[in-house]
C-alpha cells in the first residue's frame, strides 16, 4: 500500500519517528473533540466542533426571524472562528512541525474548557461559545502533514479520504498505508470520544467537561515541557 517516494534516507527516519506521535497525539486530539462535542450536544442540544449544521442553522433562523436562537447559533460560528484565529496567531503555521507553541495552544484550550465548565453551571449561553472557541483552536492547530488534511474536530472529510483510499486501492492504485492508519486513527478517536462523552454526561452532567479540560491541560503541559527539556539538552551540548 507504500507507494514509493524519492527521498533522502534522513527525510525517511524522521518519517518513521514522528509518525508514531502523529497518529497517537491525532487520535486523542479526535478523542477530546468527540467528547466535547457529545458533552454539549447532551446539554446544550447544539454541536461545536464543527460549522456545517450551524451555519445551515443560521440561514434557518433568520429566514424564521428567530433571534434567541440566531444569537446562539451565531455565537458558536464566531467562537469556532476566533479560536482559528488564535491557533494562527499563536501557532503562525498550517503545516504541522511540533514545538512548544502547541503545548501553549493546548494549554489554552484547557484553559477555555475550564471556563466553559464553569459557565454551563448557571446554564450560560457563554459556555458553548467558549467550547466552540476551543475546538476552533484546536482543528486549525495542524491544517496538513506531508500533504494529508488534518481535521480533529469532525470526520467529513475523514470519512471523504478514507473512502477515496479504498477506492483507489480497489482499482490497484498504490496508496500510503501511513494515511489510511492515520485517518482511521482520527476516525476511531473522535467515535470514542464521543462514547466517553454520552457515558460522562450521563453520570455527571455538565461537571463531564471538566475532564476534557484537564486531558487538554496536562497534554499541553507534557508537550510543553517535553521539548524545553529537549532544547535546554541541545543547548548544553
Known sequence: MN???????????????????????GAFLALLAGYINVVMLGFFKVPVSHMSGAVSQLGIDIAALDQHDLVLVGSIVLGFFAGAFLSGLLIGSTHFKMTRRYGVALMLQGGLLSIASVAA?????????????ACGLQNAMASSYRGLILRTT?????????????????RDRSIQGWKFGLLLSL????????????LSYTALGM???????????????????????????????
Open 3 to 25: 507507494a514509493p517516494e524519492n527521498q533522502s534516507p534522513a527525510d525517511v527516519f524522521q518519517q518513521h519517528t514522528e509518525r508514531p506521535w502523529i497518529i497517537s497525539g
Open 121 to 133: 453551571q448557571s446554564d450560560s449561553n457563554l459556555s458553548v461559545t467558549l467550547a466552540a472557541t
Open 187 to 198: 476516525l476511531l478517536g473522535f467515535f470514542v470520544g464521543g462514547l466517553l462523552g454520552a
Open 154 to 170: 469532525h470526520v467529513t472529510g475523514i470519512v471523504t479520504d478514507l473512502g477515496a483510499l479504498l477506492g483507489n486501492r480497489w
Open 207 to 237: 461537571t463531564a467537561l471538566t475532564f476534557a479540560a484537564l486531558a487538554s491541560f496536562l497534554a499541553g503541559s507534557a508537550v510543553w515541557l517535553r521539548l524545553q527539556w529537549l532544547r535546554g539538552g541541545e543547548l548544553r551540548h
